[in-house]
Structure formats: structure tokens, C-alpha cells
């Protein structure tokens, strides 16, 4: 039966997750007493609350992911046996499907229909890794004019996983498959707003043969957050969140020359070409403007259009967004859900109220749909005569904001999509493929669709500019997991 409510939400969590954090293998107690409220978006009313972790419970954890790589079998394992491993844990979490997409509603106001599209990714990733751990050449015989060598390529140790709360599963999962195929063990730090998902994956992994210690799970605020990815014991840091924290982690680990990858904000751009048809691209287009209300990095929130056909697309954008369906995030046919708390919410009013105030046009939205007395709700947002200095074009809003700029030429399309600090993702959308990839080529980003968008698992995802450091996804995900080590000096030696 398809769960409906926070209700209903509440009483399946309880029998598929325990109270408190997962650590070396056993569910425990928190060491105090603070405990944090999970409001609903949809009514801004609080519907169940979690304990948080103290300092004394991140060391724990620390201390059995330590434990379990130094001498536990997880690092030892052929690779093969943690390939076996994962796909167990893939088949598992595949079957939790329903539950995973109910969590995503329940807690942050994703809708059933969007989660669902995104159900698979987690299990698909898994999958992915489990079959590179089987093909990797960890070991390496090379052979130059001073004898042989062995380049070895060995798991990084033990890793802090920090998830945001705006795609706990799939992000979680972006960064645990690979460390855990490398043969790393893992902290992950969930988000107080989201900490279901992760708990309940915990509950997952014994019986997909994962031995205690290898996963630890921790629900923490941003001061046992920090105190994690401060830790000298800490081998590698893999976050995702906005550039400021991400900026505090990087800082953070410098101090012990911590490894660390960081997946940040993003002010995307989808350049819509002169030839655009726009009855194929915007069917493409429009989800990944706003998927999850905008609150999601690689939203494509700037629409850069010829102004030769400025004022066609305009309105088609705005055809589009008027005809979007806001409600409920548990309604099947909901598309556009809540924004995900109260603070989000005043933070994309405020940026609404600046673009006014800096002489943009709003052409449709900008306010809470006339239904909503309660809740976390704003309508989908378009604005028009939008310039590069204004800050809606500027910063990463984190909501269903979406401006309409114009450009002269493809060059000009280039350097408006560039005029930002960040560089994550984009997109081009044309019928002549072979301009729309020298469009693509040009802009300084980590992630371009042609004619659509996606994410997969094979492919290596992240930023330029301020948008982070290092990649998650394909082989170089799997790469950032490992160090290498160089064995020479002798006559002729080969790899196991």
C-alpha cells in the first residue's frame, strides 16, 4: 500500500528504522539529550523529531570506522567480494523503493512523482561501482630503463560522507558506493532535516554482508559536522552543500592535509539556440529548471534566449509554468511541491523582493499560490529583463526563481553563461548538434546536456570555479577514493 501522509510515514518508519545512530554494526544511543524536530513542509507543523549527535557520539563512530579499516576484512576483501556486497546492498535498497520516495516527500515536500523518477539511481550507482570494482587495475606492473616497478592503488582510509538534505539518498549513495568498492569505511553525517534515509540504509547493510564498522551513520548539526571533517583521523572528506560550508570544510581539512572533495552551488544556464524547437525543448528543459522546487545544484535557473525570439519564449516559459501543478507532495500528480523549510522560504522571498527592487519584470509567480494558509509554499517564478549584475542572476537561490536573459550571438550565449562564479552545470538546446556542442565546449562548466539533462553514474560530475573541487561519478569518483603507491628498486617484480 502506497504510504500518503507524514501519518503514515511516521508509523512505516517504525518498524523499518531504530531510534539513534548506526555505529560498528550496532544501533546506539545518543550520549545527550538534544533532539531535533522534523517539520512538515506542507503545514510547517513539527510530525516526529531525532536525537543529534554529540562530539562524544562522532568520535565513536570515527573510532569503529577507524577500527574496521585498520583491521577489519573490508579493505582486505578482493575486490569481487565487495562488488558482491554492494549489489546485495542495491537489491535491498531497490525493494525499499516506495519507502525512500515517501521519506523524500515527507521530509522536504519532493513530490512522489518526482522521487520516483529518481528511485533508481541510488541502486543503479551501486550496480556501477560494484562492476568497476571488478574491472579496476589496482595493481600495476610497469617497466622502464631502470628495472621494474609495481604502482599500487590502495583505498584512502576512512572517509566523513556529508550529505545535504535536498537529495539524501541519491547523494548519500553518489559518495558511498564508490568509497566503499575502493574498500574505504565510512561516517556519514546526515542532514537534521533529512535523516531517515541514511538510517534506514543502515538497517540494509547487514544483511547485504557489509561488516560492522565499514558504514557508520550519525544524524548531527553543523558543530558535530565540523568537529567530523576536523578530525586528524579523518583520511578523506567528501561533501556536498553550499560554496560557503563548503569553503569552511575545505579549511577545515587543510589543517590535517585531509583529502577532500567538494560539490557546491551552481547558477546554471540553458542556452536556448536560434533554431530551438520549442515545442521539443521545453518539455526537456522545463523539469530541470526546477526539479524539487529548485532546490536541487544543477537546476538550470538562467534561460538565455536570442533576442530575436526573445519574447516567444518568454511566453512559452510562461505558458509552461503557469500550467505547473502545486500541491501536495504525496498527490501523484503534484509537480511542484513545497519548499523544504521555513528559512528557505525566506530566503527565496527575499531574493523575489530583489529582483523587483534591482527593475526586473515579473511575468508570472512570485508569490504563495492562493490556497496555501500554511506551509512552505511559492508559486513557480519567472522573471524577464533580467541583467548579469542583478543578484537573482548571481547567486544560487535554491528555488522555483527561473530568469530570462537575452543574447546577440553564440558568443555572447558564452559569456553570459560564464558571467558567474560558479560552474556546474548547463545546457544547450538546438537542432544544429554540431553548433550546439561548440556552444557546449565553451562554457566553463563541469556538466553539459545537449537537447536534455541527466545524471548517470558513469559519468563524472561536479564543478568549475566555485563550484567545488574534485569529481563525483564515472571512473575519476572512483579514482578520488584511492591513493597511489609506487614500489621500485628491484630487478623484475608483478602485480598479484
Keep these: 500500500m502506497a504510504i500518503t501522509s507524514n501519518n503514515e510515514l511516521s508509523a512505516a518508519l517504525s518498524s523499518h528504522v531504530k531510534e539513534g545512530f548506526y555505529i560498528g554494526g550496532s544501533w546506539v544511543s545518543s550520549k545527550g539529550g538534544t533532539r531535533h524536530p522534523l517539520v512538515s513542509p506542507v503545514t510547517g507543523e513539527p510530525w516526529v523529531d531525532v ?48 519507502l525512500f520516495t515517501a521519506l523524500w516527500a515527507g521530509q522536504v515536500g519532493a513530490p512522489v ?61 553518489f559518495k558511498l558506493a564508490p568509497a566503499l568498492a575502493t574498500g574505504c569505511t565510512c561516517v556519514i553525517k546526515s542532514s537534521p532535516e533529512t535523516p531517515f534515509d541514511a538510517l534506514c540504509m543502515a538497517e540494509l547493510t547487514e544483511a547485504a554482508g557489509i561488516p560492522p564498522g565499514v558504514i557508520n551513520v550519525l544524524t548531527a548539526d553543523r558543530d558535530a559536522g565540523a568537529h567530523l571533517v576536523a578530525s586528524p583521523r579523518i583520511d578523506k572528506v567528501s561533501f556536498t552543500g553550499s560554496t560557503p560550508a563548503g ?13 577532500f572533495t567538494l ?11 536560434e533554431d530551438v524547437d520549442l515545442s521539443a525543448a521545453l518539455p526537456s528543459l522545463i523539469p530541470f529548471t526546477m526539479p524539487f522546487s529548485g532546490q536541487i545544484c544543477f537546476a538550470q535557473t538562467r534561460i538565455l534566449a536570442p533576442r530575436s525570439r526573445l519574447n516567444e519564449i518568454t511566453q512559452a516559459c510562461a505558458a509552461v509554468f503557469k500550467s505547473l501543478t502545486v500541491g501536495e507532495p504525496f498527490n501523484p500528480s503534484t509537480q511542484l511541491g513545497p519548499l523544504s523549510t521555513k528559512s528557505q522560504l525566506n530566503r527565496v522571498t527575499s531574493y523575489i523582493e ?4 534591482a527593475g526586473a519584470t515579473l511575468v508570472t509567480g512570485g508569490g504563495r499560490p492562493s490556497w496555501a494558509d500554511k506551509g512552505y509554499w511559492i508559486e513557480p517564478t519567472l522573471f524577464a529583463n533580467v541583467t548579469s549584475e542583478m543578484k537573482i542572476a548571481q547567486e544560487e537561490i535554491f528555488g522555483p526563481v527561473i ?6 550571438n553564440d558568443a555572447d550565449a558564452i559569456r ?13 538546446f538546438g537542432q544544429d548538434t554540431d553548433r550546439a556542442l561548440a556552444v557546449a565546449r565553451g562554457m566553463l562548466t563541469g556538466h553539459v546536456g545537449i537537447n536534455g539533462l541527466s545524471l548517470m553514474p558513469g559519468l563524472p560530475f561536479g564543478g568549475y570555479k566555485r563550484s567545488g ?26 602485480a598479484p
Excluded: H
Design 247 to 259: 569553503k569552511a570544510v575545505g579549511t577545515a581539512a587543510l589543517q590535517n592535509m585531509t583529502r
Design 354 to 357: 530583489s529582483g523587483l527592487s
Design 51 to 98: 536525537p543529534l549527535a554529540t562530539f562524544e557520539d562522532v568520535d565513536a563512530a570515527i573510532d569503529a570506522a577507524r577500527a574496521a579499516f585498520d583491521s577489519g576484512p573490508w579493505p582486505r576483501m578482493a575486490p569481487a567480494e565487495r562488488a558482491a556486497a554492494l549489489r546485495r546492498l542495491a537489491q535491498a535498497i531497490s525493494e525499499k523503493a516506495e
Design 263 to 273: 560539490e557546491l552551488g551552481g547558477k546554471s544556464a540553458a542556452i536556448l539556440m
Design 416 to 428: 553570459l553563461a560564464n558571467a558567474t562564479e560558479f560552474g556546474l552545470s548547463g545546457s544547450v
Design 113 to 173: 512523482g518526482f522521487g520516483g523518477m529518481f528511485s533508481g539511481f541510488a541502486p543503479a550507482t551501486l550496480l556501477y561501482y560494484a562492476d568497476l570494482a571488478e574491472q579496476f587495475t589496482f595493481s600495476d606492473d610497469r617497466k622502464g630503463p631502470f628495472g621494474s616497478a609495481l604502482v599500487e592503488k590502495t583505498p584512502v582510509g576512512v572517509v566523513a560522507v556529508v550529505t545535504p538534505w535536498n537529495a539524501p539518498m541519491q547523494l548519500m549513495t
Design 403 to 408: 530568469c530570462i536573459m537575452a543574447y546577440e
Design 469 to 494: 573541487i574534485g569529481r563525483e561519478g564515472g571512473i575519476e569518483g572512483f579514482e578520488s577514493f584511492l591513493e597511489t603507491k609506487a614500489i621500485y628498486g628491484i630487478p623484475e617484480v608483478s
